[in-house]
């Protein structure tokens, strides 16, 4: 069984995520996506409590029958995938992410206990991959695969909610109910 991981403080999720975790499963064939939402990040501030963030990632993944949404009480990664104990699971990221990997705990553990597949799109410094691949101790552990560029992000949306400006089309729509109905992000 073909199992990918993607974990994410998901602030809201949209749906960049959504497409990095559909563009994975076909990808790597996955049979089970487990998805994430980190209670407590390590490497960032929430604005969102977790029982919502879970929530709304529920709403946002629920048209992938292959994702399965769960809270993750590790702040770290390497220490989420020790207690998962999965068999060789593919790890997803996007390029951003992946840039500032050697800034992980534990980087070249990650590698021992998942393949990283690490979504690219046009526009993204190849040069910067590049090194931080050449600087690894595994590089055949990582895969590179192209998704098409959302340029969307989770503070991007959280300022134009707060804004009043619409966030349609940025996140899935059960997600932009959700976020209006329940005030998140100061949204009217």
């Known amino acids: ?23 994975g499963i076909e990808r790597f064939d996955l049979d ?14 929430v604005a969102t409590a977790p029982q919502i963030r879970l929530f709304l990632a529920e709403l946002a993944f629920a048209p992938l029958d292959e994702a399965e949404v769960s809270l993750d009480p590790f702040p770290r990664t390497v220490d989420s995938l020790q207690a998962l104990a999965l068999d060789d699971p593919v790890f997803l990221v996007g390029a951003d992410e992946f840039a500032s990997f050697l800034a992980w705990k534990e980087p070249e553990r990650v590698l021992d206990l998942a393949r990283l597949g690490v979504a690219t799109r046009p ?4 040069a910067c991959l ?12 990582v895969v590179f695969f192209e998704i098409d560029p959302l340029p969307v992000s989770s503070s991007d949306i959280r300022a134009r909610a707060a804004g009043g400006e619409p966030i349609a089309g940025l996140v899935p729509g ?6 209006g109905r329940l005030g998140l992000y100061g949204a009217a």
């Open 123 to 126: 526009g993204v410094d190849r």
């Open 1 to 23: 069984m073909n199992i990918g991981v993607l974990g994410g403080a998901f602030d809201p999720p949209h749906v960049g995520h959504v497409e990095l975790a559909r563009r």
């Open 174 to 179: 059960a997600v932009a109910a959700e976020i």
């Open 32 to 45: 089970r996506l487990l998805v994430r939402v980190v209670e407590e990040p390590g490497h960032k501030d």
């Open 130 to 141: 590049d090194d931080v691949l050449a600087r690894l101790g595994r590089p055949d552990r």
